[in-house]
């Protein structure tokens, strides 16, 4: 059974620096991708990572940072300068196909979520 399980969210001020984490089980992926979600908003694409490299969403490129585990089955999002903006609900998913990694559509596997609060 395919688990992917994220943690380290949390509460921070604007400006600040969170580290999340996915641990995933059950299988090897093609590709693994944080998304993000707001109270009212569409699900959001934010980074994703696969042997062909790293995509980031326009909005946080050069703040966040994916990074990946292969021994561990793990990916990380390293966010920096965190912005108000940047409040969400942070999703992992996961791929086992090798197709396009920044639609939600190409996701088989997801997390539960990890709240992000930014405060200004």
């Known amino acids: 059974q395919v688990q992917l399980a994220e943690s380290g969210g949390g509460l921070v001020q604007a400006g600040g620096s969170l580290r999340l984490s996915c641990a995933a089980s059950?299988?090897?992926?093609?590709?693994m991708a944080w998304f993000r979600q707001a109270p009212g908003k569409e699900r959001e694409f934010v980074a994703a990572?696969?042997?062909?490299?790293?995509y980031y969403a326009d909005s946080v490129k050069g703040r966040f940072t994916i990074s990946r585990d292969t021994a561990k089955n793990a990916a990380y999002l390293q966010m920096n300068s965190l912005k108000p903006g940047d409040t969400a609900v942070y999703l992992c998913?996961?791929?086992?196909?090798?197709?396009?990694?920044?639609?939600?559509?190409?996701?088989?596997?997801w997390g539960q979520g990890t709240q992000v609060t930014v405060s200004s």
């Open positions: 059950g299988r090897a992926f093609s590709a």
């Open positions: 990572i696969r042997w062909s490299g790293r």
């Open positions: 998913a996961a791929t086992q196909y090798d197709s396009g990694v920044t639609s939600a559509h190409d996701y088989q596997y």
